[in-house]
């Protein structure tokens, strides 16, 4: 990892490195603190969507990614709802230039990150490992088979995380967690802002929302992952 001065990953910082992934983006603010950037100015991304996927609330209604808020009870399933409680992400200037973008012969399309998780074959996989003839869920046809897989530019870094922990996005059901952690691990993880949740605040509030703290990418990273 490099040390960048800024959030579109220019001008490098006092030739600082770190071992860690390849791609990946280290900012720091003003306050001198650093962070992981989900938008690596290559766009590699973690667990978002982009602002223009859509999903469904409760009364039928539809809404973009980016008009999401806190509380609003999304689709999780065909007969499922549940209430957004936390965001692991949600940076609406930010530019991803390596989405999937995942065509079902359905005519269905999911736009998501690469190592976000997604209902393949029965089990949780990260978008970046999908394969045409894969099978994934859907909420209108139950399942559809993978067509094609592009990688595309997007706007946008939204992560919206259900109590359930799953959502539906554009129709196709996915998981709101990422491959860098395993979801039982990070569904755990997220028990205590849950319970926060219910009382009625947060204990994370927008911490997480455009960058992600280095020494929780520090963590995430000595723990078991799902790649």
Known sequence: LTFYNSNDCSGQFENVRLSGSEGSCIVRNG?????????????????????????????????????????????????EFSEVFFWGHKDADAVSTKYVLVSLA???????????LIYANDKLTPAKQL???????????????????????????????????????????????????FPALSHMLLAIERCAYRLGFSLFGSVFETERPAILTALMGALPSAK
Do not use: W
């Open 31 to 79: 306050l001198g603190a650093t962070y992981e950037n989900c938008n690596d100015g290559g766009g590699s991304g973690g667990d978002c969507f982009p602002a223009d996927a859509i999903v469904e609330l409760r009364d039928g209604s539809l809404k973009r990614m980016d008009e999401i808020a806190t509380g609003d009870e999304v689709r999780v399933s065909q007969e």
């Open 106 to 116: 359905s005519g269905r399309t999911i736009t998501l990150s690469k190592n976000h």
């Open 131 to 181: 394969k045409i003839g894969d099978v994934l869920l859907e909420t209108a046809s139950g399942e559809s088979v993978v067509a094609r897989i592009d990688l595309v530019t997007k706007r946008g870094l939204y992560n919206p995380h259900t109590l359930h922990g799953d959502i539906v996005v554009d129709g196709v059901i996915a998981s709101t967690h990422t491959a860098l952690m």
